[in-house]
């Protein structure tokens, strides 16, 4: 199989791609506070390192080779390895929560509990 270069089309679809991934990252960071929860700092890094191919891509596209390229390139790879080990954590954890409640947690929200609050 031989790779050959990008054409003009796939190149002005993976600069469009990395202008929405951008857009949604932002979005996404300064309406929905994701910060304030697990999941919403699982989801952030998740859009950021789908984020960081894209302008990879762009970057790439737009200035050929510039200084420092494989360094950058390298952590946003990194991150990409780390972003959905941290999303398969949350999601295990949030299941393993719903079958074991902690003894705490069933205090707090049991209805015959009179101390507990609304």
Known sequence: MMITAPTGLQMFLALVAATLWVGFFAAYLFTARPYRSRIGRVLLLTAASVASV??????????????????????????????????????????????VAPESFRAHRHPDNQEATP
């Open 54 to 99: 894209f302008v990879l891509i762009g970057s790439t596209t737009l200035f050929g080779e510039y200084p420092y390229r494989d360094a950058v390139r390298t952590f946003a790879y990194g991150v990409n390895v780390l972003a959905p080990g941290g999303l398969i954590v949350v999601l295990v954890q949030s299941q393993m929560g719903r079958r």
